[in-house]
């Protein structure tokens, strides 16, 4: 960085980054923003809550399952 900003020349580096790839994916499935979930069960859940609210949302988007204890 210093060379950089002293105007001098350096390597530049290349590392994987998957933020656009990420991103697109979010893109494709609806998530517009953030924080987003996906329950099990594919629900999207956008957007900030409170905490008792989200709770009622998971607890109410549980899989069914045919066998219960």
């Known amino acids: 960085m210093t ?3 002293e105007r001098k ?12 790839t990420q ?3 979010g893109q494709k499935i609806g998530v517009t923003g953030t924080p987003a979930l996906i329950t099990e069960t594919g629900r999207l859940i956008p957007g900030y809550m409170p905490a008792d609210r989200l709770a009622k949302m998971l607890e ?10």
């Open 23 to 25: 991103y697109e994916l």
């Open 60 to 69: 109410a988007d549980q899989p069914k399952t045919i066998f219960q204890k």
């Open 3 to 5: 060379n950089a900003k």
């Open 9 to 20: 020349p350096f390597d530049e580096k290349k590392c994987d980054n998957p933020v656009k």
